[in-house]
């Protein structure tokens, strides 16, 4: 299931006697939900062009301002600021993207048109754009402070836990008998990680793994000390979100949150043979930053 598949409609019990009815029956209500996955969201539904404003505050300012209007309805993936060229009515536009399609209709609605920080109202539209093929199929995972936002935002500080099950340096044997480790030679560490992601209040668990390695010039030991530590923490950041990239969070219209782990081919294959789990490995240098440049004009 896509997130952008949204709104979706469930069935809903109703079990209080006066919503029931006299018969003492149990009826059902449709109710609107949208599904979040721990992807970087590309969906236009999920994008606001704000333009209209004027050069009272500084670009600093702005931003502030606006971050503190389009939170109060949902966690930002996405808000920048930018300069116009001179000759355009207004001082600044900006773009601000929501994980949540629902959380951007309703932000759309309730600020177009609405002075809020300054004296002429702001003009603010969903976007328009076309969303390249490749950019609507691309499931690219959050990054982890950004999985955290997300989650903190929607469950709670207390909504959820992790433990680690092992992490552990999964150095050769050459390695670990010292060799490539003096001053000034090339030494390379690589580091695994499992760990399990809880949901104690919605009763699921997931997992999730990874492999990290590094390639550097070792110039002492305290050089060797930093980098195991740094990798360490790496590569428990990567397994807790290839773990949250198993999970949907189910967005219902009266505010609640439910949380369902998708079943995966790994966690079927998990379950006939024991140990079995998908790692994914990566390298230090790849490219972790997830901010694209956006283009702010408005269709």
Sequence with gaps: MQSSDWPLQVNESVSHADEAGEDGCCYFRVMDVEILEFV?????????????????LTEAQ?????FGVFSS??????????????????????????????????AQRQTDGRLLFQDIPLKVRLSSKHTPHFLSESRRP????????????CLGFNGWTYDIITLEELSDEGEEDGAGGEEGG????????????????????????????DSFTCTGPDV?????????KLVRDKALVQAFNT???????????????KQTSDQILHEKIEGVIHVNEFDLDEDEGEDEEWDLTVS
């Excluded at 499992?194 to 997931?206: A, D, I, V, Y």
Aim: proline share 5%; net charge positive.
């Design 73 to 106: 309805f949902g966690p930002l993936y996405l808000l920048k600021v930018r300069p116009n060229a001179p000759l355009q009515p207004s001082a600044f536009s900006a773009i601000v993207k929501f994980f949540s399609a629902s959380h951007s209709s309703k």
């Design 142 to 153: 959050l990054s982890h402070a950004r999985c955290l936002e997300l989650a903190n935002h």
């Design 224 to 232: 060797l000390l930093l980098k195991r530590c740094k990798l360490q």
């Design 62 to 66: 702005i931003y502030d301002r606006l």
């Design 40 to 56: 970087v969201p590309v969906e236009n539904n999920k994008t606001l062009f704000v333009w209209n404003i004027q050069s009272l």
């Design 186 to 213: 090339v030494r390379s560490l690589r580091f695994g990680c499992l760990l399990q992601l809880n949901f104690p209040r919605h009763g699921h668990t997931t997992r999730g793994a990874a492999v990290v390695n």
């Design 247 to 261: 999970v949907l969070l189910i967005l219902l219209e009266n505010g609640k949150v439910m949380v369902e782990v």
